[in-house]
């Protein structure tokens, strides 16, 4: 086998964000640019010759090419085993089961998750460590500063691998294993679940569902564990065959991109239970017949829930949520006595608090919801605790949240996004409300006490590191809040986003529709941040 050893010049823009590097398709296909960030991976590990690594991604347009370059590389780099989904296939959860369950040195995950596909739209990678997490923000920084200078990467020249049979091939003395990308992962949800009870349920008629795949990586992952081995009908998952364009939709589960389930679940004959899940399977949407689950809500109907799950009978040992996430898990875990993290957004921060056994289920509002099995979200693993929990509660999806409300009362929340915003406006947008934090306290707007407001700063309780600028928070004496954040996962410009939450404890005023209880929130977030003003924009783009 031989190895090359290429020259190459940085480019200054591959800081990851969020969730490792999203840029255009056409930004990735510049020369050497996909091969830069992959070296930069390797060049920022220590100690990976001879190791196992987990190749895979959500089948996306370039996913393909991307694969064949990153074996190339994996192999003169020294790794000794690669490990890689059938047709370059792997959901994000399964990924990161797989890493666990082979314990590989790491993982190369290729998705730009619910961002839509195709020559001219989005690409990304991420690495993901030993836990099956995504790496930790050091390692993305040092990996950020050795792309800045590096100036060569190694290339193994060999024929580009059949990544569509499934077995071991030898190249040189490593092993290409290419395997099923479903048995493991369906094997691990058995293993959490009541199969048995939810096919009885299944089959007897009384847990009717309908589950939209988007064209993404979680259709063969459906069809296999809902209609395969729990027996719902044929059909019941939709859009199911991954496409590489993901049918020109936008892989994000929400209302305004799930439309088809969306008609499903508001029209007369809905199924009892729906759900969507995104390009690379680890974001989730609830529904209920003619009722939308909000992600904050699930995470806290799961956790107040959880004794019902065979795998978390036994209790909980905490919970987490990401700071923009609605406080409704808190009044779970304040009820429960266990105890609760507020991170900042992005799954990597929720790793060290389940490695050390801190937290068992954790969720964000951005549509993931997860726990301790992997150290991803995980769509279906959300899907599967919702049909378990109504097999086992035996009641619709819009009793369980009612009920959820009247015990706990409900954190009525919404989120405004303002996309590709030009990056020097969103900026000015930031200071200006930075220069604002000093003087709101105790100040009164529309009836609402401001009772503290400041920049989100986290120290890791394990690891004792410390994450800055992790949004602005705008607290009110009735535990109201409105977050303000730039997001880390869009392409274009930058995307404003807004979060507004309240929470009403009062059984008779909860059924609201969430726009009109927060429309004061609303007006005093544009009078704080000035977005419409300072951008002409007159209202959000979207809103989840
Ligand atoms: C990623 C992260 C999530 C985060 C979401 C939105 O999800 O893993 O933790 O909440 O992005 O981030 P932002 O608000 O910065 O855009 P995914 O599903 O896109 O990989």
Redesign the pocket.
């Known amino acids: 086998m031989k190895t090359e050893t290429v020259k190459t010049t940085p480019y200054d823009d591959q800081k990851p964000?969020?969730?490792g590097l999203r840029k255009k398709v056409t930004v990735f296909q510049q020369p050497n640019y996909l091969e830069n960030f992959v070296q930069s991976i390797f060049n920022s590990l220590d100690d990976f010759r001879g190791q196992k690594l987990v190749i895979g991604g959500d089948g996306r347009y370039f996913n393909r090419q991307a694969i064949q370059i990153i074996i190339k590389m994996a192999v003169a780099n020294g790794f000794g085993e690669l490990i890689i989904g059938q047709g370059g296939l792997l959901s994000?959860p399964a990924a990161s089961h797989i890493i666990r369950k082979y314990q590989a040195f790491g993982g190369i995950i290729l998705?730009a998750?619910?961002n839509p596909g195709g020559p001219s739209e989005d690409f990304g990678i991420k690495y993901n460590v030993s836990n099956g997490g995504?790496a930790p923000e050091k390692f993305t920084d040092a990996l950020y500063e050795n792309s800045k200078t590096i100036a060569e990467y190694r290339i193994a020249r060999i024929d580009d691998i059949d990544l569509d049979t499934v077995g071991t091939q030898q190249i040189a003395d490593i092993d290409i294993k290419i395997i099923d990308p479903v048995d493991d992962y369906a094997q691990l949800m058995t293993e959490i679940f009541d199969f048995d009870l939810l096919k009885t349920s299944i089959s007897s008629g009384y847990l009717s569902l309908c589950f939209d795949a988007m064209h993404a990586i979680t259709g063969p992952y459906a069809k296999r564990i809902l209609e395969e081995m729990l027996g719902a009908e044929p059909g019941s998952v939709i859009n199911a065959e991954p496409k590489e364009d993901f049918g020109g939709g936008h892989p994000d589960p929400n209302m305004a991109h799930a439309k088809e389930l969306t008609k499903r679940m508001f029209s007369e004959n809905a199924p009892v239970f729906g759900a969507a899940s995104?390009g690379?399977g680890?974001?989730n949407m609830i529904m209920g017949a003619g009722f939308f689950v909000t992600p904050s809500d699930s995470l806290a109907v799961i956790a107040a829930n959880a004794n019902l799950i065979p795998a978390y009978k036994k209790g909980l040992k905490g919970v987490a949520r990401?700071m923009p996430t609605s406080q409704a898990v808190d009044r779970v875990a304040k009820a429960r006595n266990l105890p609760c993290y507020e991170t900042p957004?992005?799954?990597k921060y929720f790793g060290n608090l389940l490695d050390a056994g801190k937290i068992t289920l954790c969720g964000?509002e951005?549509f993931?919801t997860g726990s301790d099995h992997v150290r991803e979200?995980d769509g279906l693993w959300a899907v599967l605790f919702w049909l378990n929990m109504i097999a086992r509660k035996r009641q619709p999806v819009a009793d369980i949240v009612h009920q959820h409300w009247q015990e706990f009362g409900r954190d009525i929340y919404c989120r405004h996004d303002y996309e590709a915003v030009d990056a020097d406006k969103a900026n000015a947008i930031f200071d200006h409300l930075r220069g604002l934090l000093a003087d709101l306290p105790n100040k009164t707007f529309k009836g609402y006490s401001v009772a503290f407001a400041d920049e989100f700063s986290y120290t890791d309780p394990v690891d004792q590191s410390v994450s800055h600028r992790q949004g602005i928070r705008v607290g009110f004496s009735d535990g109201s809040r409105i977050v303000f954040?730039l997001?880390?996962?869009?392409t274009v410009g930058a995307?404003l986003?807004i979060y507004l939450e309240k929470f009403e404890p009062d059984v008779d005023k909860q059924d609201q529709d969430a726009q009109q209880a927060l429309a004061d929130l609303i007006e005093i977030a544009e009078q704080l941040c000035e977005v419409k003003k300072r951008t002409g924009r007159t209202s959000p783009d979207v809103i989840t």
């Open positions: 964000g969020t969730s994000t998705s998750s619910h995504p995104d690379d680890d974001r990401s957004t992005g799954w964000e951005s993931g979200k954040r997001s880390g996962t869009g995307t986003r």
